[in-house]
């Protein structure tokens, strides 16, 4: 005899529903607990340390052209006071890890509604 187990019509939503609450706990979390509130303290500090009108002004007047660019930036940074240089690396890292959990969390979106939707037509 085989025994079948089935789960009630109220249940299986239910559960789910909290399967999808984990997951996106877990896809989110990350993101929103450490890394935007980290970029928030780094651009906080950035405007702080970095007179952004000035380094601009400073860009327009003294390149003319990506290799002068690129010499700008480096010796721009290199002569940058430590703890510039600092908040520079850090909002660049976090920067970057907000870009690949971005697209990550899009790659996993698509990835779910292409299921989903494939599974619907039928």
């Known amino acids: 005899m085989e025994k079948t187990l089935s789960i009630s019509s109220h249940v299986k939503p239910r559960i789910m529903r909290r399967v999808y609450g984990v997951w996106t ?3 989110l979390a ?5 890394e935007l509130p980290a970029l928030a303290i780094l651009l906080n ?3 702080k340390y970095i007179f ?5 002004e ?5 390149v003319n052209g990506f290799g002068s660019f690129v010499n700008y930036v480096y010796f721009a940074f290199i002569h940058a ?6 908040v520079l690396v850090l ?6 890890l907000l870009a690949k959990d971005f697209s990550r969390s899009l790659r996993n979106l698509g990835a779910f509604m292409s299921r989903r939707l494939s599974i619907s037509q039928f």
């Open 25 to 27: 706990l877990r896809l």
């Open 30 to 34: 990350p993101i929103v607990f450490f």
């Open 45 to 47: 500090l950035s405007f």
């Open 52 to 56: 952004f009108h000035q380094v601009f």
């Open 58 to 62: 400073n860009i327009a007047v003294s």
């Open 81 to 86: 006071p430590l703890h510039t240089e600092i």
């Open 91 to 96: 909002g660049a890292a976090v920067t970057f």
